[in-house]
């Protein structure tokens, strides 16, 4: 008889077709692990255990939430110092204007007054004057509307009213001199107080940029403090390092920057012909070639002044930069660097006025849409000039604490 697929044989059982047995699925490991937990069983001092842990537990994040409550009361209360503060500050400043503004409109409430005064005297002498003509005037028609017989002589002179013009008349005027002096002055102090308070704003990111003298070219002598150098013929070391300029006249900051914002000043007024910017610690240092010069690569972001002319530049591209009417080049330069956002702004640091930006939406001149990849250096470089004058090609670092 042939094997019914639809039993299945059980020892000690009827060899009869039974009805199918259905296999249940095997249980996944995280099931097994469930069930094996939950047959484990505790002893009175493992339960202790526990607990004991579970309350020290609980008394620790009780403290850390307390902690970090206190800490945040503490943000709080700090803040507001700080903005009372801020509020003192710009209360003070609103009340010197104030106070500087009130004082001006006296000057010239006073001016105002005392002309006004002199004028009012003057309308008063002329109507006495024109009273006089007037009565004057009444009296000889009197005489021509009189009978001939009974005309009575007068005296010529006794209708002389001709009054003379006072030269003193012509000097009453608001003293316009001195308030156009006012108003230049006022605009002045506009422009440098605009100035300021957005140097402020940069002021809060400025770095302390310092020289590294083992990448400064064997011609350029750095102070001590590696915040000042200048070009000179005679060599300062007498090989070359790793890190040196061998034929470029440049030099580099010793501080890498890698994230966040950054500010810093540049004095090159005593210098003839600069280039000051960013590049990356990559930038070759070696050779007189593109790839060594500030501007003239991928690695390198700068703003230059030579031949009379303010350009900036970057992968060898420039921008022609107009300043100041026609004037060569301010005499500090501000760079400014937000690293996340892959921008380069230069600042003429006295005015505050942006020269050049350079950034992924800043000019289709400048390679477009791009990040900074590597640390970037503080950089500077002189041009060589063709005569050596008596006194030296100098930049210095300008101190930017406040």
Partial sequence: MAEDDCTVQIPGADTACLAPVTQPYPRSPKMLHKAAAASVRYTQEQLSCILEELENESKRTDARIASLKKRQANLSGSAEVIEQQVRERFENMRLALEKDEQAALDMLEQDHRENSSKLTRLQQDWAQHLKLVRKHITTIKKLQESSAEGQQEVLAEDFSCNKKLDAAEGTIKLNEEKFQKLMKALGKISKQLQAQLQKKSLLLDSADVVIDKSTSHRQ????PRGRAMHISPEDSSA?????????????????????????????????????????????????????????????????????????????????????????????????????????????????????QEISAASTPVFERAYQFTEPLLPAFRFFKPRDWPSVPDHMEICDLSM
Wanted: aromatic share 12%; charged share 20%; with cysteine.
């Fill in 220 to 223: 350029i002598k750095v102070m």
């Fill in 239 to 355: 090989s070359n390092q790793p890190q040196q300029f061998d034929q470029v006249y440049c030099a580099l900051g010793s501080a890498a920057i890698t994230a966040g914002q950054h500010y810093w000043e540049v004095d090159v007024h005593c210098c003839s012909a600069w280039a000051v910017g960013v590049a990356y610690s990559s930038l070759n240092r070696k050779g007189q070639d593109k790839s060594t010069k500030l501007g003239r690569n991928k690695l390198s972001w700068s703003l230059e002044f030579q031949d009379g002319n303010l350009s900036a530049w970057h992968n060898d591209r420039h921008v022609a930069l107009s300043f100041r009417g026609g004037r060569g080049a301010p005499d500090k330069v501000g760079i400014f660097v937000n690293y996340k956002k892959g921008r380069v702004a230069f600042y003429d640091a006295e005015s505050m006025k942006v020269l």
